[in-house]
């Protein structure tokens, strides 16, 4: 039989006292099964005593020894974390005397566990407190529920704050709307205001308002799911501001199926809805651009004067290549096939060109087609429904099976190489003929330039005997005659002079390297010194480049231009002629080289204060024998035709610019050292 530990003997009768332990031994397995125990605290002794209950609950063995425990036997076992706040509470119960009450953890054996204890002061008849008893229950079972469901109050609490969301607890019976905070935020309205379904349409975009509305409505209605999923929009009630809002919610119906309560959450989605948008323009907009790239695309393909045809090979059951379709075409197919594009796309090669199998071209796309390498070629084309001519063609691989061919018919092109090849060869026989040409007259010129002036010289040295040794026996009229021979001898002596050197100008070209004009000019100037003397005149030389040409020529070129400049001065002005340099503009180069953009070339001045001439007629003077001055000047009319061949031959032009009375300028165009 269980009995409390330290019970003190009784004076009762024996039926008596069997009757009390057995109602002692039932209040104690009523104890038992709801895991209360009971213990009594005497103060004077600072000993507890109880029954087995709480003996169990501290691990305590029980046995016919133990009367009593130290208190701190059972304050020892409480959880370190709530001995403090126990032991205060057992202080402020024994002081103040009201009811003792604490929840706290006991470690036992390892094992931590909830208990929940009550207790009062025991007073004796002088009014002084003598015991504090009560009772302990073990309430593990319900803490631990406690404490899970505070868990996931906490977790769902935590996830709800941490998602943003806010939540929303209607009751469609009472009306009554409660709001978290978020949920006020919102809807533009701040913690503190006062929510019911009216603001809450009120807070709703105006073209989100009915709607949303009526699908609340909706869920509300006996036998509906009860499941709220929406987006719509809010508009501010104090701040205006536009939102987007997902609303997730339930209804919980009642037995009878009445909606008796409306729960959910709402969570901002404007960012998402921003995206989508953005996201949307940016699909629209690239659709727009692919949709003009297309545009110009084909706009470009039929622009084209190339015909562009993209097909796709058809293979039979052993993957060979037996046909293509012809799935797009440009305009210029019009020029090459003569027939439209609607005319070939859809269909297959060689239905509509047959003889590309007899030419090769079929050939041709199936192994591009294959190796994926490109090809061109061109073939002469033929077929049974009047096609014909030379086609030029390239293939080119697109994506894994099919090819895009550009090709031109070139007919006209080939019937007009095939003039010009008449034409070269008859070129080539001119050419040959113009070459023998071009050996006889050179031939002629050696023989004039020799030959004719043997019987010069004799007729000078005739002239001469006649001047010197039978001048006194001359008339006057018979000396005037003689020098008349002698001038006229001279004169045809200096004239087959210059046509040999204009000839060899022409058909004789030194080796070329870089020269320095400057030093051509220092030798011009050198032998050009006494005439320079004699005219009083000044030659004002800057530095000049070098370029790549013939020494000698460039000699002849300069020394020309200095000649005709002190030859051409004017009666009391000493001559000045200035030799200037500089890189040529390409709008100031002559007609002739203005074709060459890429060669740069350096403008070269020479000008000079002599008698000048009308530029109308400036062509003439780089004519051979053309004077402008025929009468008051000597000389043949030679050497500026000269000058422009030898320009001419290393690449370049001369120019001159003039006014009658004002002295002239001549520009010479050579092209720079690359």
């Known amino acids: 039989m269980n009995r409390p530990f ?13 009757l009390l332990l057995r109602s002692y031994d039932q209040l104690q397995t009523a104890l ?12 004077g002794t600072d000993n507890v005593l109880g029954d087995p209950n709480l003996l169990r609950m501290f691990g305590i063995r029980e046995s016919a020894e133990i009367t009593s425990l130290p208190l701190r036997i059972f304050t020892d076992s409480i959880h370190p974390d709530d001995r403090s706040r126990v032991l205060q509470l057992i202080d402020q119960g024994v002081q103040s005397g009201r009811p003792y009450e604490a929840e706290y953890r006991i470690v036992v054996n390892n094992q931590t566990r909830w208990v929940l204890a009550r207790g009062r002061l025991t007073y004796a008849d002088n009014q002084q407190p003598f015991a504090f008893s009560g009772v302990l229950v073990d309430v593990t079972d319900r803490k631990e529920v406690e404490l899970r469901s505070q868990i996931a109050e906490t977790s769902f609490r935590l996830s709800v704050e941490s998602a943003r969301m806010g939540t929303w607890d209607y009751s469609p019976l009472t009306g009554t709307l409660i709001w978290s905070d978020r949920t ?14 009216t603001a809450f349409l009120q807070g709703l975009h105006p073209d989100d308002r009915e709607r949303t509305a009526q699908m609340i409505q909706a869920i509300l209605q006996p036998g509906s799911s009860g499941r709220f999923d929406c987006e719509y929009r809010t508009l501010g009630i104090e701040d205006g501001q536009l939102r987007w809002i997902r609303a997730n919610g339930q209804v919980l119906f009642n037995e009878q199926g009445i909606a008796n309560r409306f729960i959910g959450t709402v969570i901002d989605i404007t960012a998402d809805k921003e995206a989508e948008s953005l996201l949307q323009r940016r699909v629209d907009e690239q659709t727009r651009i692919l949709e003009q790239q297309a545009l110009e695309l084909r706009t470009t393909l039929d622009a084209s004067l190339n015909s562009i045809i993209a097909m796709t090979a058809i293979r039979d059951e052993t993957e060979t290549i037996v046909d293509f379709m012809m799935n797009t075409a440009n305009e210029a197919v019009i020029k090459s096939n003569f027939m439209t594009p609607d005319q070939i796309i859809g269909r297959r090669l060689l239905a509509v060109f047959p003889g590309n199998k ?9 192994r591009v087609v294959e190796t994926g390498q490109a090809e061109q070629s061109s073939q002469y084309y033929r077929d049974e429904f009047g096609l014909e001519g030379w086609f030029e063609v390239s293939a080119v691989k697109q994506g894994s099976n099919g090819v895009v061919v550009t090709y031109n018919n070139i007919t006209d092109r080939k019937q007009a190489e095939l003039a010009a090849q008449h034409q070269e060869r008859e070129l080539k026989d001119a050419n040959v003929e113009l070459q023998r040409s071009n050996e006889n007259l050179q031939q002629f010129a050696h023989i004039a330039s020799h030959d004719l002036q043997e019987p010069l010289r004799r007729i000078q040295a005739f002239s001469d005997i006649l001047q010197n040794q039978f001048l006194d026996s001359l008339s006057d009229g018979e000396r005037d005659m003689v020098r008349r021979i002698q001038k006229s001898a001279q004169r045809m002596q200096m004239l087959i002079k210059d046509l040999l050197l204009y000839s060899q100008v022409s058909t004789q070209r030194d080796s070329f390297t870089i020269v320095s004009l400057d030093i051509v000019l220092e030798d011009v100037v050198t032998d050009l010194e006494m005439t320079i003397a004699e005219k009083n005149a000044t030659v004002d030389v800057s530095p000049l480049p070098s370029v790549y040409g013939s020494a ?6 300069f ?7 002190l030859k051409f001065c ?7 002629i200035q030799i200037r340099y500089r890189t040529a503009q390409t709008s100031e180069l002559p007609p002739a080289l203005q074709d060459d ?34 009468t008051s000047y000597s000389g043949t009319g030679i050497g500026l035709a000269i000058s422009q061949r030898v320009s001419e031959s290393h690449g370049g032009a001369i120019d001159v610019t003039s006014q009658d009375g004002k002295g002239s300028t001549f520009k010479v165009f050579l092209p720079t050292v690359n």
């Open 6 to 18: 330290a019970a003190k003997s009784t004076s009762l009768l024996p039926d008596e006292e069997v």
């Open 32 to 43: 038992s099964i709801g895991l209360i125990a009971t213990w009594f605290w005497d103060l």
């Open 184 to 197: 006020k935020e919102l809807f533009g309205l701040p913690p503190t205001a006062t929510i019911d379904y």
């Open 358 to 366: 007899d030419n090769g071209f079929f050939d041709l796309y199936a």
């Open 552 to 557: 000698s020529r460039l000699r002849q070129l």
């Open 559 to 565: 020394q020309n231009l200095i000649t005709n400049a």
């Open 570 to 576: 004017q009666t009391g002005v000493s001559p000045l």
């Open 597 to 630: 953009s890429r060669q740069v070339f350096w403008l070269i001045t020479v000008t000079d204060n002599g008698i000048g001439f009308d530029e109308r007629y400036k062509d003439r003077i780089f004519t051979p024998f053309q004077r402008l001055h025929k």
